[in-house]
């Protein structure tokens, strides 16, 4: 009797650890836009995400033309986004990432916060533009 307790609590453990996976979040062309309505340069769309990233405590570096690359440490946790944008329109999408059991496109699902958290703050920031 003892083993089969011990075999359905080490069962609902595998099961429940599943569970804190999700397919990885990567936003794709999103519409870059302002409460004026003036459509922004692609630099002070740049500006907008790196405003938005440091906020939440991510770390913006320049990459290339029109690319930031976010990297974000919590705790023993990091993620690395790659931020293409333009004028019209920026995407975040999944690069690499440490200690947040990504395989076979699945993610912690942290990481989807931390995404949607960023792409929120990213439109804020370009609202308040």
């Known amino acids: 009797m003892r083993f089969r307790s011990a075999v359905s609590v080490a069962v609902l453990a595998v099961a429940l650890a599943g569970c804190s996976s999700a397919p990885i979040l990567n936003i794709e062309a999103a519409p870059v836009s ?3 309505g003036k459509k922004p340069s692609a630099q002070e769309v740049r500006a907008a995400i790196i405003r938005a990233g440091s906020s939440l405590g991510w770390q913006m570096r320049d990459e290339g033309p029109n690319l930031l690359v976010g990297t974000l440490h919590l705790r023993s946790h990091t993620a690395v986004v790659e931020i293409p944008y ?27 916060g931390w995404i949607q958290n960023l792409n929120r703050n990213i439109n804020a920031q370009l609202s308040a533009s």
Do not use: E, F
């Open 34 to 36: 302002t409460a004026s």
């Open 86 to 112: 333009n004028s019209q329109t920026y995407s975040i999408k999944y690069r690499s990432s440490v200690n947040l059991d990504a395989q076979g496109g699945q993610i912690h699902k942290n990481y989807n």
